[in-house]
């Protein structure tokens, strides 16, 4: 069995669903799957991030292949483990290279909440990492996000990046397939509170052992 461990980054950029836009618009809005950076976020337990897209209840659909497979039907209501979504800036890069782009993709493209640094391979986080945040040594934030698991790539945030660089064909395409085991995170708020730009990060790995029934 693995240990439980600390690991220490920082909070480059908070960002919630850009409000501008008609509700219709693919880009911006409430259908938008876009984020936009801002000051501070609140993390709020059993709901989600304010004012983003993705707070509140869920409905389920054709990604909950387990519920469809037991016979349970789409449109039932299920738990949000997608109440928050974190990306990091060197995992970002590695898919900007990967889709030999000329520069960072730009922050809200991939709808994410949080970018992080500084945590190695923030994608392999494993579920039950609890993120924790200070603003200093002596002050600490009350919000506590745990993770669920790996936000696993979609056309989607490809056509995003497609308008950042309208010069170079097919990135669309190309993004789910670069940011394989480098899209980020997903989970849900464990405690209410602020995070704001420029805290610092504290991840706290559980210990693992892997389950083998034989």
Same mark, same amino acid.
């Given at each position: ?6 690991? !220490? ?8 669903? &850009? %409000?501008? *836009? ?6 911006? =809005?409430? =259908?938008?799957?876009?984020?936009? /950076?801002?000051?501070? +976020?609140?993390?709020?337990?059993? !709901? @989600? ?21 037991? @016979? #349970? %039907? ?6 949000? $483990? ?24 730009? $922050? ?8 992080? /640094? *500084?945590?190695?391979? #923030?994608?392999?986080?494993?579920? *039950? ?23 696993? %790539?979609?056309?989607?945030? =490809?056509?995003?990046?497609?308008? /950042?660089? %309208? ?6 395409? &190309? ?11 997903? *989970? /849900?708020? !464990?405690?209410? @509170? $602020? ?14 052992? +892997? !389950?083998?029934?034989?």
């Amino acid at each position: 069995m693995k240990k439980a461990f600390e690991l !220490y980054g920082r909070v480059e950029a908070v960002l919630v669903t &850009a %409000p501008i *836009g008609p509700i219709t618009s693919e880009t911006y =809005g409430i =259908g938008s799957l876009q984020t936009m /950076s801002v000051p501070k +976020i609140q993390a709020v337990r059993g !709901y @989600g991030i304010r004012g983003d897209r993705h707070v509140g209840a869920r409905l389920a659909d054709v990604r909950e292949k387990e519920l469809r497979s037991f @016979g #349970l %039907p789409k449109g039932i209501e299920i738990a949000n $483990h997608r109440e928050f979504s974190a990306v990091s800036i060197e995992e970002l890069a590695d898919i900007a290279q990967a889709m030999q782009l000329p520069q960072s993709i730009p $922050h809200g493209c991939l709808g994410e909440n949080l970018v992080l /640094s *500084g945590v190695p391979q #923030l994608t392999a986080l494993p579920t *039950g990492t609890m993120l924790f945040f200070r603003k200093s040594e002596r002050e600490i934030r009350t919000a506590v996000l745990v993770v669920w698991a790996e936000n696993v %790539p979609c056309q989607g945030p =490809g056509e995003a990046i497609q308008a /950042s660089f %309208p010069d170079i064909p097919r990135l669309a395409r &190309a993004f789910p397939v670069a940011a394989i085991g480098r899209r980020g995170i997903v *989970g /849900s708020v !464990y405690v209410s @509170g $602020h995070i704001h730009t420029g805290d610092t990060v504290v991840a706290k790995i559980p210990r693992q052992q +892997i !389950y083998d029934p034989a």
